[in-house]
């Protein structure tokens, strides 16, 4: 969705590597979001127009923002959304067909829930999101419903090799726009995890 080299980057401590996917710790920060209803793979293309004319200047302060990537995408059936990288967009139903889909810009670093300019568009959200310990695969490829499902199996069973138990439900990132080729696009599934024990307060 966005370029990388043109675009911040959503800050994160890396935790630890691991052979298929890293530990990164997230700092809390704001997004900006929007519900559609429709297939995964349309997602990001029906809510991309209202978040990027907000951070346009489409909001009470006519202020503009930068991007900051990842793009974020997520099921809105969770319960709790934590959405801690790029586009971001939650995973898809199995079976197909049109669901509910939370799909996320993440706000510059500075921008609180409080300073955050009022959007002029009511689909637009902004939510402030806490800290977290975050598992990270990373892939390349077009992001499609079957690669997605792929990635995050993949991710769940890497987790439970490692012990670490997940929190909610994965989430998709994207960071390139679409007209680079497909085999270089940067895309990363994203899932939160517990604390290991001797790291909880």
């Given at each position: 969705m966005v370029s990388r080299t043109m675009t911040e980057q959503q800050p994160y401590d890396l935790v630890q590597r691991y052979p298929h996917f890293e530990l990164r710790r997230y700092p809390k920060h704001v997004l900006a979001e929007v519900q559609v209803h429709t297939a995964f793979d349309r997602a990001a293309n029906e809510a991309f127009r209202y978040l990027f004319n907000y951070i346009s200047g489409s909001n009470k302060a006519r202020r503009k923002l930068s991007m900051t990537a990842p793009v974020l995408q997520e099921s809105a059936s969770s319960e709790?959304?934590?959405?801690?990288?790029?586009?971001?967009?939650?995973?898809?139903?199995?079976?197909?067909?049109?669901?509910?889909?939370?799909?996320?810009?993440?706000?510059?670093?500075?921008?609180?829930?409080?300073?955050?300019?009022?959007?002029?568009?009511?689909?637009?959200?902004?939510?402030?999101?806490?800290?977290?310990?975050?598992?990270?695969?990373?892939?390349?490829?077009?992001?499609?419903?079957?690669?997605?499902?792929?990635?995050?199996?993949?991710?769940?069973?890497?987790?439970?090799?490692?012990?670490?138990?997940?929190?909610?439900?994965a989430r998709f990132a994207r960071f390139d726009p679409p007209f680079k080729p497909w085999f270089l696009r940067h895309n990363e599934v994203v899932i939160d995890v517990e604390e290991p024990e001797g790291t909880r307060a």
């Open positions: 709790e959304m934590v959405m801690t990288a790029p586009v971001l967009q939650s995973g898809p139903v199995l079976g197909g067909g049109d669901e509910d889909y939370v799909v996320a810009f993440v706000l510059p670093s500075g921008v609180t829930a409080a300073n955050a300019p009022i959007p002029d568009e009511p689909r637009v959200k902004i939510r402030e999101v806490p800290g977290s310990l975050t598992a990270v695969a990373r892939f390349t490829g077009n992001g499609s419903t079957t690669a997605f499902q792929h990635h995050s199996v993949a991710l769940l069973e890497a987790l439970r090799l490692a012990g670490l138990t997940p929190v909610g439900s």
